[in-house]
């Protein structure tokens, strides 16, 4: 009886998995959105990462030097070394936010001990440009005097610590949610059309007529959503890994497989509920895509959880995926095991309701 149980979830499952691979509509809408977003926030990253600014030095002198060398190493702008001329050109262009003018007498000033201005242009376009450039001018010349030492003018001693020990760019933080949205939306979506598929080919008919426990056919379905899914999964961690914008070590590559494939169930119960119920491919790409991209939203999917407003914050904390966020960054990024009880806990008891849904929608369709 068992071996007749696993050859029946074998046969479904190895169906499934050849029409998910010789569809391409199963491919279409379960890459295209989470490409789409991923394109969209590699170009954001790019744009507000590190602001372009021109870099006028007027003085060659051994100080404006090095005023202008920290510029360059402050890593927190696209800088542009320029004259006053080009500067004014690429500033009424909007090529650079802002133009930075060290002074012909900066050295003779600053040796002087005397107030040493530096002179900034901002387009204040938008604040979040115009904050950026506001706060990062001070920082900079803060450095400048930390690097002077006791012969400067203001004596200034930087120590910073870090709460994480990796700091992490705008678009590689941007990463994790959007491997969250695919693997939802590819569980979701594969498992409900594969099931849906089921009613509108009339197939399901000939499924019911074999010599098959009709259990079988539900557990076919959700493995077949869940390996699909699992597998994509893998494939996106390994390339993030070897393009580097992910650090994955040690134990962390099982931490991050775990999650994935609790990730994985969730949305392959999800979609056998939604197939089984609506038993249409079209109302289940509809609907799949809106609930996943919903989940994505609310989770934190465009923003940090903590920072936004309270009401989301309290709306996010009863969605499972805000969990399997944050363990996968504790994994990916920083190589930390920081609340894994508590996100696989809520993760794991999330698979497990969906899973009932989907196998009772299920039940209900095929025992009716």
């Given at each position: 009886?068992?071996?007749?149980?696993?050859?029946?979830?074998?046969?479904?499952?190895?169906?499934?998995?050849?029409?998910?691979?010789?569809?391409?509509?199963?491919?279409?809408?379960?890459?295209?959105?989470?490409?789409?977003?991923?394109?969209?926030?590699?170009?954001?990253?790019?744009?507000?990462?590190?602001?372009?600014?021109?870099?006028?030095?007027?003085?060659?002198?051994?100080?404006?030097?090095?005023?202008?060398?920290?510029?360059?190493?402050?890593?927190?702008?696209?800088?542009?070394?320029?004259?006053?001329?080009?500067?004014?050109?690429?500033?009424?262009?909007?090529?650079?936010?802002?133009?930075i003018t060290i002074p012909a007498d900066f050295t003779q000033r600053v040796e002087a001990h005397q107030q040493t201005p530096i002179d900034v242009r901002v387009n204040n376009l938008n604040t979040d440009f115009t904050n950026d450039i506001r706060t990062a001018v001070p920082d900079v010349i803060t450095q400048f005097y930390n690097a002077e030492g006791n012969n400067g003018a203001m004596k200034v001693q930087i120590q910073e610590r870090d709460l994480r020990h990796r700091d992490i760019e705008l678009f590689q933080y941007t990463l994790v949610p959007i491997v969250i949205?695919?693997?939802?939306?590819?569980?979701?979506?594969?498992?409900?059309?594969?099931?849906?598929?089921?009613?509108?080919?009339?197939?399901?008919?000939?499924?019911?007529?074999?010599?098959?426990?009709?259990?079988?056919?539900?557990?076919?379905?959700?493995?077949?959503?869940?390996?699909?899914?699992?597998?994509?999964?893998?494939?996106?961690?390994?390339?993030?890994?070897?393009?580097?914008?992910?650090?994955?070590?040690?134990?962390?590559?099982?931490?991050?497989?775990?999650?994935?494939?609790?990730?994985?169930?969730?949305?392959?119960?999800?979609?056998?509920?939604?197939?089984?119920?609506?038993?249409?491919?079209?109302?289940?790409?509809?609907?799949?895509?809106?609930?996943?991209?919903?989940?994505?939203?609310?989770?934190?999917?465009?923003?940090?959880?903590?920072?936004?407003?309270?009401?989301?914050?309290?709306?996010?904390?009863?969605?499972?995926?805000?969990?399997?966020?944050?363990?996968?960054?504790?994994?990916?990024?920083?190589?930390?095991?920081?609340?894994?009880?508590?996100?696989?806990?809520?993760?794991?008891?999330?698979?497990?309701?969906?899973?009932?849904?989907?196998?009772?929608?299920?039940?209900?369709?095929?025992?009716?």
């Amino acid at each position: 009886m068992l071996g007749d149980f696993a050859s029946a979830v074998w046969t479904i499952l190895r169906h499934d998995l050849r029409i998910w691979i010789q569809q391409p509509i199963n491919m279409t809408a379960t890459l295209v959105p989470a490409l789409c977003f991923l394109l969209i926030t590699a170009i954001g990253s790019s744009a507000v990462g590190r602001s372009p600014v021109a870099l006028v030095t007027l003085d060659h002198s051994s100080k404006g030097q090095q005023m202008q060398q920290i510029f360059h190493d402050a890593d927190i702008f696209r800088v542009t070394d320029v004259t006053p001329e080009q500067a004014h050109a690429l500033f009424k262009s909007i090529q650079v936010i802002a133009i930075i003018t060290i002074p012909a007498d900066f050295t003779q000033r600053v040796e002087a001990h005397q107030q040493t201005p530096i002179d900034v242009r901002v387009n204040n376009l938008n604040t979040d440009f115009t904050n950026d450039i506001r706060t990062a001018v001070p920082d900079v010349i803060t450095q400048f005097y930390n690097a002077e030492g006791n012969n400067g003018a203001m004596k200034v001693q930087i120590q910073e610590r870090d709460l994480r020990h990796r700091d992490i760019e705008l678009f590689q933080y941007t990463l994790v949610p959007i491997v969250i949205l695919l693997l939802t939306m590819s569980g979701v979506v594969n498992s409900g059309l594969a099931t849906a598929r089921e009613w509108e080919s009339l197939t399901v008919k000939e499924l019911l007529f074999a010599p098959i426990a009709r259990s079988a056919i539900i557990v076919g379905k959700v493995l077949a959503g869940f390996l699909t899914t699992l597998v994509l999964g893998i494939v996106i961690v390994l390339v993030g890994n070897l393009a580097g914008w992910i650090h994955l070590e040690g134990i962390y590559w099982l931490n991050t497989i775990m999650i994935i494939s609790l990730i994985a169930l969730m949305g392959a119960g999800i979609g056998v509920a939604m197939g089984a119920t609506l038993q249409r491919l079209q109302p289940v790409i509809s609907l799949g895509l809106n609930v996943v991209l919903y989940l994505f939203f609310l989770s934190g999917g465009v923003g940090v959880l903590a920072f936004l407003a309270n009401w989301l914050q309290i709306v996010g904390s009863f969605i499972p995926l805000s969990y399997g966020r944050h363990a996968l960054e504790m994994a990916v990024f920083y190589s930390s095991s920081e609340l894994l009880g508590r996100d696989v806990a809520i993760l794991g008891g999330s698979a497990l309701v969906a899973l009932v849904l989907g196998f009772l929608a299920m039940r209900r369709e095929v025992f009716a």
